[in-house]
Structures are given as C-alpha cells and as structure tokens.
C-alpha cells in the first residue's frame, strides 16, 4: 500500500450535537431520515463463539456460560431491510414458550436507528433491555462478526446482572 493512508480515526466524531445531526443529508433517498448520524459505522472487530454439546464440553472441561434455547429466522423484502427481527422475535418465543418479560436483555442489531425503533416498537420491547451496553451505532458495525460480538456481550451482561434469557 506504499505511503497510503487506510484510517485516520476510527471512533465518534467530538463535538458532535442534535443541530448538527439535524444538518446531515439522508443516505437513501432525498426525503430520508437515515443519515450518517443515526447509523453504525462500519469498523473493524472480531469476535467468537464456541457452541459445543453440554456432553463435549464437559469432556473436554469447558466452561459453560449459556445455554441454547431456540432460535428463528424470517426474511423481510430487502427494500425494507432491517426489520426481520420484529418478525422472527415472535417465532422464536413462541416456539420456546417464553415472552419479553422472560427476556432479560436484548441484543438487537442496529445497523440503522430507525430499524431498531420499529422493531423495539412493533414488539413492544421495554427499550432498558435493548442493548445494554450500546449497539452498532455505538461500537461499529463489523461485517460478519456482528452476531458473534452480540452474544459476546450478551453472555457476560447476563451474568453480571443475573439474567436469565437473552435474546
């Protein structure tokens, strides 16, 4: 890459206020609400998740810090992308029996803050259990590391706050 410069800075930008996020242009269309303030950057991170039987990883002396109860998946047009939790959220509960209140955290991808919204909303899920510790808009988005670093978040959230099911 010879004396190329790849990124300068990698974090918030400071002095960042409401008026000036009022001032940025729409991302998708001329009429938009989705700016670059109320998206996640796309960053870099990694992250990694072991899921073993509960069998091996005794055998193999691992330490179990969660338990795999279901999981659901549901597409959405990709005009509208973003949105397919608000429908595989209730999939999901009903196929383990459990409801939001069973839920103790929620760790809901926010790769847009008005996708996040509709689905926090749609579902009516208390926004205090929605990303606890911040979300991509927060951290950065990394691509194909996103579902790994939630549940790296989620399991040690759990067990600080004495939670019992995450989503």
Same mark, same amino acid.
């Given at each position: 890459?010879? *004396?190329?410069?790849?990124?300068?800075?990698?974090?918030?930008?400071?002095?960042? #206020?409401?008026?000036?996020?009022?001032?940025?242009?729409?991302?998708?269309?001329?009429?938009?609400? #989705?700016?670059?303030? *109320?998206?996640?950057?796309?960053?870099?991170?990694? $992250?990694?998740?072991?899921?073993?039987?509960?069998?091996? $990883?005794?055998?193999?002396?691992?330490?179990?810090?969660?338990?795999?109860?279901?999981?659901?998946?549901?597409?959405?047009?990709?005009?509208?992308?973003?949105?397919?939790?608000?429908?595989?959220?209730?999939?999901?509960?009903?196929?383990?029996?459990?409801?939001?209140?069973?839920?103790?955290?929620?760790?809901? *991808?926010?790769?847009?803050?008005?996708?996040?919204?509709?689905?926090?909303?749609?579902?009516?899920?208390?926004?205090?259990?929605? *990303?606890?510790?911040?979300?991509?808009?927060?951290?950065?988005?990394?691509?194909?590391?996103?579902? $790994?670093?939630?549940?790296?978040?989620?399991?040690?959230?759990?067990?600080?706050?004495?939670?019992?099911?995450?989503?």
């Amino acid at each position: 890459f010879g *004396n190329a410069t790849i990124w300068e800075k990698e974090e918030i930008s400071e002095g960042t #206020t409401f008026l000036k996020q009022g001032k940025l242009r729409p991302a998708f269309k001329p009429d938009g609400s #989705t700016t670059a303030g *109320n998206s996640s950057q796309v960053s870099d991170g990694a $992250a990694g998740v072991l899921l073993a039987s509960r069998e091996a $990883a005794v055998r193999l002396g691992l330490p179990i810090i969660g338990r795999w109860v279901g999981f659901a998946v549901a597409g959405v047009p990709p005009e509208i992308m973003g949105i397919g939790p608000a429908f595989a959220i209730p999939k999901v509960l009903e196929q383990t029996g459990l409801t939001l209140i069973d839920i103790s955290i929620v760790e809901l *991808n926010e790769a847009f803050a008005s996708q996040a919204v509709y689905c926090i909303e749609s579902l009516g899920i208390d926004y205090a259990k929605v *990303n606890p510790k911040g979300g991509a808009i927060a951290f950065g988005h990394p691509l194909g590391a996103t579902g $790994a670093r939630q549940i790296a978040t989620l399991l040690p959230e759990l067990r600080r706050t004495g939670g019992r099911y995450g989503l």
